[in-house]
């Protein structure tokens, strides 16, 4: 199997003996490391007491106009070469299953990246098994009724072919690997001294899907609190968790011997991460951070630092949830449905509109600074969070006194349940803050009390346009968390204090 993208297709390894010559020759646009393999094979052959034939040996990889690349064709070139110079008995019984797997020179199976898509495929296209390596064979075998052959050498495989040896298929029990604490948190927002209201403006994000920006001064607290937003989301869903580990799996993140992501991956790339790092591609395209983020969070801290590229394309992804990598030959999908959570100072110096510390940066340094973020990746952004300092009083208190992540998520799962019940026949939209303008219209009316709330909101504040759609998202997820049917004056009064940035001038 290759790997393009998050799917698997199904490469046939084709070998031919003859004595018409003495070289070896691998075609069907393979990589640098495919046609290395051939020196790994032969030395893996040697090792392990087979024959390896001197004479001309012709490898095809079909189809022969997709090209292929890594090293995991190594054991089943090794395989093929035993087959044709019959060192395999049944070459019919080989045919029947998917091989994988890199060799080391003494014919140990090392591992392979994209155990998972490569699984899924073979049980869609009813082989009889994969054989791969034993490093990958519990990430393979989370696919039901699929017969899952761990090997740890060469030697394992022809004897299991040979039927020499019999191999115990991997079995996972997707149930009860699932259920192993995927709560279980060594953080908690307990662990967060004061900060109020942050955490209740990270409670709705959580609650809707919505996206958010922290700006406040040096060691307020903007990271810790990010770093807790995945204490209280709601837990993976079997579907979900899977998805996220094909992902990894494709990407090589999968710690070795593992399973499942059970948990919401949290991201935090640096600042100085290319535009390819961020949403994937390169010469062999592999999923970025973005992607990597797959239901979860994705944490950029000082997010004007940032190269603006590297930000603005972000843009497209977070509006369709996905990335697509154009190449000339081919066109590649990466799933990106992350959560934003941005942090930020105020200015360079850090301590505009600080309590205490006077801001040192000359005039219009505040605003330029600001401007290093555009306009349309604020637009996608619907809580703007002023973070303030804590003061030493409640620094001093003891954390009994805060609600535990727990307490929060379960209001979270609440307010998700009703958002899932409300979207159940739209596909595409799982939380408020993927609502169309059509749904807008329809879901979040508001009463002639809110109607002129708004309106004052927006004159008064100086509120920009963009603003009014996120405003009206987020109140329904208020709504939402205190179980109401209608949004209320209250709701939206909350919502409207999150739009920091919309303010005219704000840092001017």
Known sequence: MAVYGVEAKTISVEIDVNNQGKNYYIVGLPDNAIKESLHRVESAIKSNQFYMPRTKLLVNLAPADIKKSGTAFDLPIAIGTLAATEQILDPEKMSRYVIMGELSLDGAVKPIKGALPIAIQTKKEQFDGLILPLSNANEAAMVDDLKVIGVGTMKDVVEFLNETKHIEPTQVNIAEVFSKAQTNYEIDFADVKGQMNIKRALEIAAAGGHNAILIGPPGAGKTMLAKRLPTILPPLTLEEALETTKIHSVAGKLPEH????????????????????????????????????????????????????????????????????????????????????????????????HPEKACSCPPGMVQKYLNKVS????????????????AYEELSTTTERY??????????????TIQAKRYENNTDVYANAQMSSKMLKEICVIDEASKQLLKKAMERLNLSARAYDRILKVSKTIADLANSEQIKTEHLAEAIQYRSLDRENWGG
């Open 403 to 416: 609600e535990k992540s727990e307490t929060i998520r379960e209001r979270v799962i609440s307010a998700r």
């Open 258 to 353: 593992s399973t499942i992501i059970s948990r919401r991956p949290f991201r935090s790339p640096h600042h100085t991460i290319s535009d390819v790092a961020l949403v994937g591609g390169g010469g062999n395209p592999q999923p970025g951070e973005i992607s990597l983020a797959h239901h979860g969070v994705l944490f950029l801290d000082e997010l004007p630092e940032f190269k603006r590229t590297v930000l603005e394309v972000m843009r497209q992804p977070m509006e369709e949830r996905r990335v697509t990598i154009s190449r000339a030959k081919i066109a590649l999908d990466f799933p990106a449905n992350f959560m934003l959570i941005a942090s930020m100072n105020p200015c360079p110096c850090g301590y505009f509109n």
């Open 375 to 390: 306009g349309p990746l604020l637009d996608r952004i619907d809580l703007h969070v002023e973070v303030t300092p804590v």
